[in-house]
């Protein structure tokens, strides 16, 4: 008995996708999406920029109309005492607003990284500063500054120090307004650094103790190499929050005593809404516009060179 042999299927081809074809009933609007976002950040932002570039080259005070002027408000701020002397004060004011907190922040988020008892209540009272409002906390801090009646200098006294000036004297209004900033956002600067140092290794850790390093050779050569990118995000956010600083100033000095205490972000203010000059307020506007710009990108920079090198 024969076998017979069973026919070799036949290979199929495999099918082929059909051709798109392209319909003008289904061409993309992609534009529409995005028509509402551009709408909104045109209006919000692009204008308000335009028109203040505009208007920084006009003389114009309220209740007349704008003369075109070019770049003499630009010349005038330049020759302006008061105006060099405000810029003075912000630089004064934000390097210690931003060097202070971070130190502190920094030495915070080392103690609260360790285990020790209560240490989520302690890390929970300790954050509570950052959660009040700017005004809130200048209102408080402007009753605690009372030369007769403030607790501060109550304090003071009961340890023999004399009553001090606080915010009343020349010498001592940005230092007292640097306690404020410190006492503020140094819970976030802690944030920040524990957040980074609760994910670093631990094997750079252990191999140190086996080659004999103390607690301050590894926070010098591994700690601080690792967390150095989340140090660099906390003076990014401080610098540019320093720098447009107006609410907690303004309600505890208004700028005083005298000018001791007026940054840009004050002097802007004085001359757009008591002195009426808006073409001149413009040109401040335009001229702290550059200067935060060009500092926010020198930080970027630096930011973006301290990542860790994988």
Do not use: C
């Amino acid at each position: 008995m024969t076998a017979t042999s069973l026919p070799s299927p036949t290979a199929v081809a495999p099918a082929q996708p059909a051709p798109f074809v392209h319909s003008a009933d289904f061409t993309p609007r992609y534009w529409l999406f995005a028509a509402p976002a551009v709408l909104v950040v045109g209006t919000v932002i692009v204008f308000p920029w335009l028109f203040t570039l505009y208007m920084s080259g006009h003389d114009w005070k309220i209740g007349g109309g704008p003369e075109f002027v070019g770049l003499q408000n630009f010349a005038e701020l330049f020759r302006d005492a008061r105006f060099i002397e405000s810029m003075g004060h912000t630089l004064y004011f934000t390097v210690l607003a931003v060097v202070l907190p971070i130190l502190f922040g920094t030495a915070a988020a080392l103690v609260f990284h360790r285990e020790f008892p209560f240490r989520g209540l302690l890390r929970t009272v300790f954050v509570m500063p950052m959660m009040a409002t700017p005004v809130a906390v200048a209102l408080v801090w402007t009753m605690m500054f009372h030369p007769q009646l403030g607790v501060l200098n109550y304090l003071l006294s009961l340890v023999g120090i004399g009553p001090q000036a606080w915010v009343y004297s020349p010498d001592t209004v940005i230092p007292t307004l640097i306690l404020v900033e410190v006492w503020h956002w140094t819970p976030l600067v802690m944030l920040i650094v524990l957040g980074g140092l609760a994910g670093l290794p631990r094997e750079p850790y252990e191999s140190a103790l086996i080659d004999g390093a103390n607690d301050w050779h590894m926070f010098r050569h591994i700690t601080l190499p690792l967390v150095w990118p989340f140090i660099m995000v906390a003076i990014v956010i401080r610098t540019i929050d320093a720098l447009k600083a107006f609410d907690t100033i303004f309600v505890i000095t208004q700028g005083g005593p005298g000018t001791a205490s007026e940054t840009l972000n004050i002097f802007l203010y004085l001359q757009a809404f008591q002195f009426y000059k808006i073409g001149y307020a413009s040109a401040v506007v335009v001229i702290f516009f550059v200067i935060v710009i060009m500092l926010s990108l020198l930080l970027l920079y630096a930011r973006q060179k301290s990542k860790w090198n994988a």
